[in-house]
């Protein structure tokens, strides 16, 4: 069994590595490598290669696509979705939201008003709940930012902007504050260290359950865009 990669050859390296990811293979190999060597070494791999490529098509069928599947996860539970001709609105007793936009339902037009509205939602919960932790723990941050990350569920600035990651609009509250008190701490210490950790665990005694939550569900909060 044979599969296609993209081979990255670095004088730094002493070792191979194989990535797999959403756009494919990566293969990282030292300068001067024997190919037959390679050759014969990756075809050893190639069934670790493709169980890999099926958990990871897997995770991408759990990605949402709220305009076509007419629901969308916010706040870790799920929201029957709309276009509404009037306005925009949230109701959370009913668990249903919907969104005005004169945008065919397919263009970049109403994804970004979809994105846009997410924003607001998320905005809405996250303001008042900063304020009361960062007069707790005495962290003044400058501005409040709702951003898009890959890799990261929020930041700390050191001009004092505290940005969240928009997808944390899908996850359930308890979890959107621990991400707040994590970054909140860091105005007291920046390194991940057992000093930072402590002062998480004093205003946050369960955050390791809310990090096992992110974790576990990184997948499942994405929106494809």
């Known amino acids: 069994m044979s ?10 390296r002493q070792s191979v590595a194989i990535k797999v990811t959403a756009d494919g293979v990566k293969v990282f190999a030292p300068y001067g490598i024997d ?8 075809k050893s791999k190639s069934h670790w290669v493709e ?16 305009f076509d599947s007419k629901k969308i ?19 959370h007793d009913a668990k249903c ?13 109403a994804r970004k008003a979809l994105f846009g509205y997410l924003n607001q939602v998320l905005l809405s919960y996250v303001t008042p709940v900063l304020a009361e932790y960062s007069d707790l723990m005495r962290s003044e941050y400058q501005e409040l930012k709702i951003r898009e990350y890959k890799r990261r569920w929020g930041s700390l ?23 707040i ?10 390194a991940h260290n057992q000093a930072f950790w402590k002062i998480v665990a004093h205003h946050y005694p369960d955050y390791k359950r809310a990090q096992a939550y992110l974790s576990q569900n990184a997948v499942v909060l994405q929106i494809k865009r």
């Open 3 to 12: 599969f296609d990669y993209q081979l990255s050859i670095s004088k730094r």
């Open 35 to 42: 190919k037959r060597w390679l050759d014969t070494w990756l």
């Open 51 to 66: 169980s890999k490529k099926l958990a990871m098509s897997a995770q991408q069928q759990q990605i949402q696509i709220p």
């Open 73 to 91: 996860q916010i706040f870790g539970e799920q929201y029957q979705f709309e276009l509404s001709p009037s306005c925009s609105y949230i109701d």
């Open 97 to 109: 939201i919907g969104l005005k936009t004169r945008a065919n339902p397919d263009s970049e037009g």
């Open 157 to 179: 600035s050191s001009s004092g902007t505290l940005a969240l990651n928009s997808l944390l609009v899908g996850a359930p509250k308890w979890v959107i504050d621990y991400v």
């Open 181 to 190: 008190v994590h970054e909140l701490a860091h105005f007291h210490v920046m």
